[in-house]
């Protein structure tokens, strides 16, 4: 029997999070990270997106309001990532972070992407990134080269200089 495989070109749509507060969730993710509202049901979902797609983020209190975040140690998202099309924009997003006093918890240089790790105000874990060229994810024998080295902060948000943001 074939192993099944799903199709090369299949994306992840949307991600769904459960939130203690709607409105604090809300002005998290349109506020900082720079969402627009597509839709909101009452004070127990709203919707979320960038570019006119329906959503790629939903937030609901369907678990109650004020629902406590999963304790460290349990299975559960562990992050879910937001893709960038290029290095100024990541830089951006990582400068609003900075000056609206969000803690950042990591950055890395992957090789393949770079990317900034942060929580929403519910404990969710986000990363911000961007991809390197496909050709620079492989080494001279065709292996992907994925690593996990610290991230120059510095020479990121340098982008903001070089580009006139």
């Not at 099944?4 to 809300?26: M, S």
């Not at 937030?59 to 992050?79: I, V």
């Not at 911000?128 to 496909?134: F, G, I, K, Y």
Request: hydrophobic share 40%.
């Amino acid at each position: 029997m074939d192993k099944p495989t799903i199709h090369p070109q299949a994306t992840i749509g949307h991600v769904h999070l459960t939130v203690a507060d709607l409105d604090r969730a809300e002005r998290f993710y349109t506020g900082l990270l720079g969402f627009e509202v597509t839709a909101r049901f009452g004070d127990e979902v709203v919707f979320m997106s960038a570019g006119g797609y329906h959503h790629h983020i939903a937030l609901n209190t369907w678990a109650g309001k004020n629902a406590k975040p999963r304790p460290p140690g349990t299975t559960g998202l562990y992050h879910f990532a937001i893709l960038l099309p290029n290095r100024q924009e990541l830089a951006k997003a990582v400068k609003r972070l900075i000056d609206h006093g969000v803690k950042i918890d990591g950055a890395s240089d992957h090789t393949v992407s770079e990317a900034v790790y942060l929580r929403d105000p519910d404990g969710n874990g986000i990363e911000l990134c961007v991809d390197r060229p496909p050709s620079e994810w492989v080494d001279a024998d065709g292996k992907m080269m994925l690593t996990v080295e610290p991230l120059d902060l510095d020479s990121l948000l340098s982008e903001l200089d070089a580009g006139n943001a």
